[in-house]
């Protein structure tokens, strides 16, 4: 039996994790309390541990969780920014789910952009009240617009398909380009300069984090629509702010926002907002918010238990190599073990 402290858990976790670890002989000790120096406690006399994105698995989290006997980290996400993996690094090996439906933060991302820029929003509200009026609900075509794309990974790659459905120009950045993709490199100053829309596909690095700020948003085409389904940090949030009430940024469509952390994923209706800068964005009649939701669909949450369960297994059971685990060398070819197909430590 392998026991796993499964932290900030929700109801449709409960769901499909319940059921891959009854197949396979693993309990969860769910708990709805997100993981940090003040709830690593209640991972004691556990294997594991099982984390999302707003969990805290910092240096001193990483320490305890040693302490306590446990070897292993399974995040059921792809990002990986709120992992100290260097403090992991011979200690506690940590396993991710790469990638579970890039198609469903790649889809997540139109929603957001045609909701927006067609004003559906708005509509539904209105129409709910039988106002039918159109006034104010003018929206623009896409085709023909040109889109940058930061990051063409798996989520970006199928966002620039579906794009291209649409008749647009689309234009990348990314500081590793796939070579043969076919796709239409600039620099990241050329995106500013010449997208219609903007949208967010790479992961939150030091390189990257407030990649969107004043002097981004200055170089960019007035009118411009951003959208973001990666990690909040890669917008200055203030600059955004900023940027909407100058006229200078159209629309903003974001899934994720830096101080995310103690709000998102909860049900807020009824308490005084204590963010003011989200509570000013929210306000904004051309910002969309969604609460980390890009991820949410069936197929998803059921890639993500079955790859969780499968790492976990991998490394008990077998020799405990797992194509899944990273570490701080991953993406330095010389010194991953992995490329050698080693295990990280
Ligand atoms: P991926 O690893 O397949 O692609 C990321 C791309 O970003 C790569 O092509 C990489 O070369 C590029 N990149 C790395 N550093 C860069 C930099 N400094 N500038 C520009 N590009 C850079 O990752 P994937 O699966 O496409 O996911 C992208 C991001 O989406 C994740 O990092 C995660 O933060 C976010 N995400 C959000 C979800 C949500 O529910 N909102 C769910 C899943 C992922």
């Known amino acids: 039996?392998?026991?796993?402290?499964?932290?900030?858990?929700?109801?449709?976790?409960?769901?499909?994790?319940?059921?891959?670890?009854?197949?396979?002989?693993?309990?969860?000790?769910?708990?709805?309390?997100?993981?940090?120096?003040?709830?690593?406690?209640?991972?004691?006399?556990?294997?594991?541990?099982?984390?999302?994105?707003?969990?805290?698995?910092?240096?001193?989290?990483?320490?305890?969780?040693?302490?306590?006997?446990i070897r292993l980290i399974a995040l059921r996400c792809a990002g990986y920014n709120n992992v100290d993996v260097k403090a992991a690094f011979g200690k506690i090996h940590v396993v991710r789910v790469p990638a579970y439906s890039p198609y469903a933060i790649a889809e997540h991302a139109i929603a957001l952009l045609l909701t927006s820029v067609r004003r559906i929003h708005k509509a539904y509200n209105r129409t709910r009240d039988f106002n039918f009026s159109l006034n104010g609900l003018t929206g623009f075509d896409f085709h023909g617009k040109t889109v940058g794309v930061i990051g063409t990974g798996k989520i970006g790659r199928i966002f620039i398909d579906i794009c291209r459905g649409f008749g647009m120009n689309v234009i990348a950045y990314d500081r590793f380009p796939a070579k043969d993709a076919g796709i239409d490199y600039v620099t990241l100053e050329q995106l500013f300069e010449q997208s219609d829309i903007i949208s967010l596909h790479c992961p939150l690095t030091d390189e990257t984090r407030h990649m969107i700020r004043a002097d981004s948003i200055e170089k960019m085409k007035k009118g411009v629509v951003i959208v973001n389904t990666s990690r909040g940090g890669l917008i200055d949030a203030e600059a955004l702010l900023d940027g909407i009430k100058a006229r200078k940024i159209g629309a903003a469509c974001l899934d994720v926002y830096e101080e995310e952390a103690d709000i998102f994923f909860e049900d807020r209706s009824g308490h005084i907002p204590d963010d003011d800068l989200l509570t000013r964005l929210i306000s904004m009649p051309n910002v969309i918010v969604t609460s980390h939701q890009a991820f949410l669909t069936n197929e998803a949450l059921d890639n993500i238990a079955r790859t969780t369960v499968e790492n976990i297994l991998s490394f008990y059971e077998k020799d405990g190599l797992c194509d899944n685990e990273l570490c701080y060398h991953c993406g330095h070819i010389e010194e991953c073990r992995k490329e050698r197909k080693e295990r990280c430590f």
């Open 1 to 69: 039996m392998i026991r796993i402290a499964f932290y900030d858990t929700k109801e449709y976790d409960r769901q499909s994790f319940g059921q891959y670890g009854a197949l396979h002989d693993i309990q969860f000790r769910f708990l709805e309390t997100r993981l940090n120096e003040d709830t690593v406690e209640l991972a004691k006399g556990c294997d594991a541990v099982c984390v999302f994105v707003n969990d805290t698995v910092n240096a001193m989290v990483i320490d305890r969780l040693y302490a306590f006997g």
